[in-house]
């Protein structure tokens, strides 16, 4: 009897030579570009070593439990926790799923994590050879956590072709018992937005209800992805997704690491949440690249991630005049 495997558990497994030689064959770069253009996901069985994982995780731990304590300590009052004096990760927590984002030490700033040699081929295929990353974070979802709504991750696309990657790295067994990302497979880029603003089909915004994306999404095939500690998942954030809840104890955590075309601004993380000038000066070149445009004051995006975080930060601030508040809204544009 034959056991028909499900085309879309089908991915990418890596190969003792890709393994000696560091790369993905041309065969399987193709095949990951294909699959990540037309079908919206491809997963790299293996990307991370056994070693890095298990380190990634211990280190992980410790940050989350960290991150309730101090979540505690606020008494739920805020959801956003910014840089604790010694050295804590920024994080925020909505409805028992946290996004931490790490500091870039350690096994944490490791090019295998940031800038993985296999997935390399695959990205710079997609985003060209000069893209960025944005942020380095975290997805945990903990007991108590709620489906979310499906929801893109990013604008739509106008060119034919997404404009950023997510990349998440399992840290332990992501499972279909554990919290599973649910996708909508499909490429993202032929989807256009008019539709769905016509029929309030409200395309982001995961926390809140949208009953007309779930009757809508329900006559669509999903898949809940099942990852192995180490498999590394390469998404278009342009792919229908929501995080599911998780019934067991342990929180299920995987990284998630934002890249985008160098053309292309994306608003959300912030690369200074993972690293300042004295980490970043100690990341290995191939990682450091990643942000430079960050700390370049030639370039575009150095001048609007400061000004995304001036905004950030009078926002934030209470008891501001009408004046400034107008002035932030007109600035926020
Ligand atoms: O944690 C997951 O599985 C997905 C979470 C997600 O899509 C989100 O928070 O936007």
Redesign the pocket.
């Known amino acids: 009897m034959s056991i028909r495997t499900d085309p879309l558990d089908l991915n990418i497994i890596i190969s003792d030579r890709e393994r000696r030689n560091g790369t993905l064959s041309i065969e399987n770069t193709q095949l990951g570009v294909m699959l990540l253009h037309a079908r919206g996901y491809v997963v790299l069985q293996g990307a991370i070593p056994e070693s890095l994982v298990t380190e990634l995780y211990a280190r992980f731990k410790t940050m989350y439990k960290d991150n309730v304590q101090r979540l505690h300590a606020e008494g739920h009052r805020t959801r956003f926790i910014g840089e604790g004096e010694n050295g804590h990760s920024v994080f925020w927590e909505k409805n028992s799923?946290f996004?931490i984002f790490p500091k870039l030490r350690g096994p944490f700033a490791s090019p295998q994590v940031v800038r993985n040699s296999f997935a390399e081929s695959i990205l710079s295929e997609t985003l060209g050879t000069d893209y960025y990353c944005k942020f380095v974070s975290s997805?945990t979802?903990a007991k108590g956590a709620i489906t979310?709504a499906p929801?893109r991750?990013v604008d739509f696309y106008d060119e034919d072709t997404a404009r950023g990657c997510y990349v998440n790295i399992a840290l332990m067994h992501c499972g279909l018992h554990n919290?599973?990302?649910e996708v909508w497979p499909g490429g993202s880029h032929l989807w256009r937005s008019d539709k769905f603003f016509k029929f309030n089909l409200r395309p982001f915004g995961?926390d809140t209800a949208n009953p007309a994306m779930e009757a809508f999404v329900s006559h669509l095939p999903s898949k809940k992805l099942e990852l192995q500690p180490g498999d590394l998942l390469i998404r278009d954030p342009g792919m229908w997704?929501?995080?599911?809840p998780n019934q067991t104890d342990e929180p299920?955590t995987?990284m998630t690491i934002g890249y985008f075309r160098k053309d292309y601004y994306y608003e959300y993380g912030d690369p200074f949440f993972s690293i300042d000038e004295e980490i970043y000066k100690d990341l290995d070149p191939s990682v450091q690249e990643l942000f430079a445009p960050f700390f370049n004051m030639d370039d575009w995006r150095y001048w609007k991630l400061r000004k995304s975080q001036a905004i950030r930060y009078l926002k934030r601030r209470q008891n501001l005049s009408a004046p400034l508040r107008i002035g932030i809204r007109w600035l926020a544009g």
């Open positions: 799923r996004r997805d979802c979310q929801h991750d919290g599973p990302t995961e997704h929501r995080g599911t299920r995987m």
